[in-house]
C-alpha cells in the first residue's frame, strides 16, 4: 500500500535559519506530489505541487521542493524561514491515475522563535 | 470565491450517541472529498463523491459511518453510534473535476469530540 514519511515531527527553528522538511513515499508508478501547510487556527492550505515536468518546484510565501524520483523524496525548503511560517505542514502524495485520493504524511510541526 | 464550508465547528458526544456533520463544496466543484484526521495524523480518506455517486469508499467504516450527496451539491457524514475512537477532526475538500491534475481545496473542518 501508498504510504508517506515525514521523517521530522517537530522543528524549532530561529528567524532566518534554513528549513528543510523531508518527505518519502512508498509507490513505485508515476506520482503526483504536493505540500500543504496549516497555520493555527486555519484550514489547511496548498503550499505547492509537482505533476510533471521541473523537479524543482517553487510555491507560496518563498517555499520550494525538489522532486527526487530515484529517492522517492520530495523535500521542502525554504532559505530563512520567519516567525509567520509557524504552522504544521503536511507531504501528500497521489498516483498520477488516480482522480483524487491524496495520502497524507504524519506532518510536521514547525515552530519559528523571533 | 467562497471557499468549502462546514458547520459545525466543534462537537461533543457522548459514546453511542450518533452525529451528523454537513459540507458545502466550493460552487461548481463536481468532487467532494471526506477526510479523517485523528490527532497527530495526517487526514485520511474516507469516501470521494463524482456528483452524487460514490467513487472511492473503501476506507469508511461502513458499519458505523455513512455519507450521502443527493443533489450533487452539499454533503452529510453521519457516524451511528460513534466510539471513541471517532474523535478526530473530519475534513471536507472539493476539486472542480475529475482532472487528476485538480488541487483539492479544505474546509475548516469539524472537530468531533466523543467521551
Known amino acids: 500500500a501508498q504510504s508517506v514519511s515525514q521523517h521530522n515531527h517537530h522543528v524549532i527553528l530561529s528567524e532566518a535559519a534554513s528549513l528543510e522538511l523531508g518527505c518519502n513515499y512508498s509507490y513505485g508508478g508515476t506520482v503526483n506530489l504536493f505540500w500543504y501547510v496549516q497555520y493555527p487556527g486555519q484550514h489547511l492550505q496548498l503550499l505547492l505541487k509537482?505533476?510533471?515536468?521541473?523537479?524543482l518546484v517553487k510555491g507560496i510565501k518563498g517555499f520550494e521542493a525538489e522532486f527526487i524520483k530515484s529517492k522517492f523524496s520530495f523535500n521542502l525548503r525554504k532559505p530563512s524561514v520567519q516567525w509567520s511560517d509557524t504552522a504544521e505542514y503536511f507531504c501528500a502524495v497521489k498516483r498520477s491515475s488516480n482522480t483524487g485520493k491524496l495520502i497524507f504524511g504524519q506532518g510536521t510541526t514547525l515552530q519559528v522563535k523571533p | 470565491e467562497a471557499g468549502v464550508a462546514q458547520s459545525p465547528r466543534y462537537k461533543i458526544i457522548e459514546k453511542r450517541q450518533s452525529v451528523a456533520f454537513w459540507c458545502n463544496p466550493i460552487?461548481?466543484?463536481?468532487?467532494l472529498y471526506w477526510y479523517q484526521q485523528i490527532l497527530g495524523q495526517g487526514p485520511k480518506l474516507l469516501i470521494q463523491?463524482?456528483?452524487?455517486?460514490?467513487?472511492?469508499d473503501s476506507q469508511l467504516p461502513k458499519d458505523r459511518f455513512s455519507a450521502e450527496r443527493l443533489k450533487g451539491v452539499d454533503s452529510t457524514l453521519k457516524i451511528q453510534p460513534a466510539k471513541l475512537e471517532d474523535s478526530a477532526v473530519y475534513l471536507c475538500?472539493?476539486?472542480?473535476?475529475?482532472?487528476?491534475?485538480?488541487?483539492?481545496?479544505f474546509g475548516p473542518g469539524t472537530r468531533l469530540t466523543v467521551l
Open positions: 460552487s461548481g466543484h463536481a468532487t
Open positions: 509537482y505533476f510533471s515536468g521541473d523537479p
Open positions: 463523491f463524482q456528483n452524487n455517486g460514490v467513487v472511492d
Open positions: 475538500a472539493s476539486t472542480p473535476g475529475r482532472q487528476h491534475t485538480d488541487t483539492q481545496y
